[in-house]
């Protein structure tokens, strides 16, 4: 039977405010445990909420961006249930009128294709604590620091049909929340997560599936491996006669295999009412129009105007401006280098092969954008040629440093004397005497593919300093020479 | 409308209330008389009333996005049963 997979996403975007949303204790990551949990955090008697205005900013900018109905007047609703990282014994979030309704986005697939998702809707909460388990014989170890960090929970349609689209849809939201700014993206901290949603049904057939909720994966590879893992496991359950269990499910990063959460048991009755600490969110048309107008070039604007000002291609173009940091990256270096097409082939290449290697976000890269530009300078004008700058390359991003640094430190500057050409190329002739008579006798459309092999040897005897094109003159002139 | 024994349990669990065996028929009365009024209320028309989302006729006031609170932490694990290593332990919630 042909089967088709059904996916929704939840993803939970931590805000990048500077305060939590409704404390004004820092959201900084990273901090000594518990020094960023104040009293409001940690619902200590007699504390009230006070929301956060600029997490409210940024929930709208994320509604404008998706193309979506704002709530004119939100509401927080209590999310109750008991757990030691959520003090307060409920979530403060957003259920019956949240703060952005139905949006969309589109997302482009490797073939080139795009389909439009549905955004059923985005509200704003607050994330619980971190529970440590491990660390302590019999006990668990909370610490509140995340607890209160704004949340912006987007919520998708249904409306996905495998792993690549759903990998394709959480790179686009990324992409988006990072250009407006709204989330610095990182994911291995746990600013951006995400909630697959899976169900399989027979192809053709209108009803749902049941579907497994696997929680919090963080990185895109994972999404991947952990939904074609599930798509898979429902099939093979069915076909082999069972049925697939609606539960929540854990991805084991390791195995490569989800695996069933122990049900937090009953916990799905949150019993939801309107907060009674906060009033309703009331904004007018002026408010939302004000932040229209401030919105910043989102990617689909980006990936035109890479084709259109830098000439890119549609696929490079596509490639550079899918992540807002990667793409600012290239632009610096367009800066410095005045060359798009180099630049293009210096970020895709060189660059991202060894931030993969190292399994690095560009964010993290130990050459930044100034260093990478002033590199390609020294290609542009001649200083090195290509080979080279790989290797000042590889030193910038082991060592350090600018590269006419590197390129004085290690003696790497090409040589564009004539005169010191001209002597290697001599010696290369004299020390060649057999491959040069080859050439003195070949057919003369033959001598052009014969010249490669002096190339090749000037180039070693010069430590790949000599300036390529002056060489390949050069050769050219004396090895004719002999001819006649 | 009334609620029995089962239902009284559920509540309880849910809201982690540990209640007495023979208190459970007064509790189960008692919730049950809190829905009857409810039902009662249910007879009002209520078609062009929008649901009340707040008792206060007013909109939520703003914090501007600063940090003003401090590391206070010594003070506010000294109420704490357990602490190590500056987190909070409680008991294991998980096997």
Known sequence: ?484 | MSLDRTDVDKIAHLARLQIEEQDAPEYAQNLSNILDLVNQMQAVDTTDVLPMAHPLDAAQRLRSDNVTEDNQRELLQSVAPAVENGLFLVPKVIE
């Not at chain 1, 260093?371 to 991003?397: C, H, N, P, Y």
């Open chain 1, 1 to 484: 039977m042909e089967w088709e997979a059904v996916i929704g996403l939840e993803i939970h975007a931590q805000l990048a405010t500077k305060s939590k949303i409704f404390s004004g204790a820092s959201t900084a990551f990273g901090a000594e445990p518990n020094t960023q949990a104040c009293a409001v955090d940690l619902a200590l008697p007699g504390t009230l909420p006070v929301f956060n205005e600029e997490a409210l900013r940024m929930a709208v900018k994320f509604g404008l961006a998706v193309d979506a109905e704002i709530g004119r007047k939100s509401v927080f609703d209590r999310k109750n249930y008991f757990y030691p990282d959520l003090p307060k014994g409920y979530q403060t979030s957003q259920l019956f009128h949240p703060i952005v309704g139905i949006g969309h986005i589109d997302i482009t697939l490797e073939d080139g294709t795009t389909k439009r998702i549905g955004v059923t809707r985005a509200h704003l909460e607050e994330d619980a604590g971190k529970s440590l388990h491990d660390e302590f014989p019999g006990m668990t170890g909370i610490d509140l620091n995340r607890a209160g960090t704004p949340l912006l929970e987007i919520v998708s349609e249904p409306d996905m049909r495998s792993a690549e689209e759903a990998v394709a849809y959480v790179r686009k939201i990324h992409s988006l929340v990072t250009s407006l700014g709204i989330c610095d993206g990182n994911m291995s901290e746990g600013s951006f997560r995400c909630d697959c949603n899976v169900s399989v049904r027979p192809k053709g057939q209108e009803e749902y599936g049941t579907r497994t909720e696997t929680k919090n994966i963080n990185s895109f590879r994972f999404i991947e491996k952990a939904i074609v893992g599930e798509i898979e496991r429902q099939i093979d359950l069915i076909e082999d006669g069972g049925r697939v269990i609606q539960a929540t499910r854990l991805y084991d990063a390791d195995k490569n295999e989800t695996r069933s959460m122990r049900s937090k048991e009953e916990a799905n009755d949150y019993r939801y009412f309107p907060c009674p600490d906060l009033l309703p969110i009331v904004i007018d048309d002026e408010y939302i129009e004000n932040i229209r107008n401030t919105l910043p070039e989102l990617p689909d604007a980006r990936k035109a105007r890479f084709t259109e000002e830098y000439k890119l291609s549609e696929y490079d173009a596509m490639v550079l401006s899918a992540d807002h940091n990667m793409a600012t990256y290239f632009e610096i270096i367009v800066e410095t280098a005045k060359d798009a097409k180099l630049a293009a082939n210096w970020v895709m290449g060189e660059l991202s092969k060894l931030l993969n290697q190292h399994d690095l976000d560009i964010t993290n890269s130990p050459v930044n954008a100034e260093q990478l530009g002033g590199l390609l300078l020294r290609i542009k004008d001649d200083t090195i040629s290509g080979k080279i700058a790989k290797q000042v390359f590889e030193v910038m991003w082991s060592e350090g440093g600018n590269a006419d640094e590197i390129i004085e430190s290690k003696g790497l500057k090409q040589v564009t004397d004539s005169g010191a050409i001209e002597q290697i190329v001599d010696e290369v002739i004299a020390n060649n005497s057999p491959q040069v008579e080859q050439y003195v006798n070949a057919e003369p459309d033959k001598r052009g593919k014969m010249i490669g092999f002096f190339m090749g040897q000037v180039m070693k005897a010069s430590q790949g300093k000599a300036n390529p094109g002056q060489v390949q003159g050069i050769l050219k002139q004396k090895l004719d020479a002999l001819v006649s």
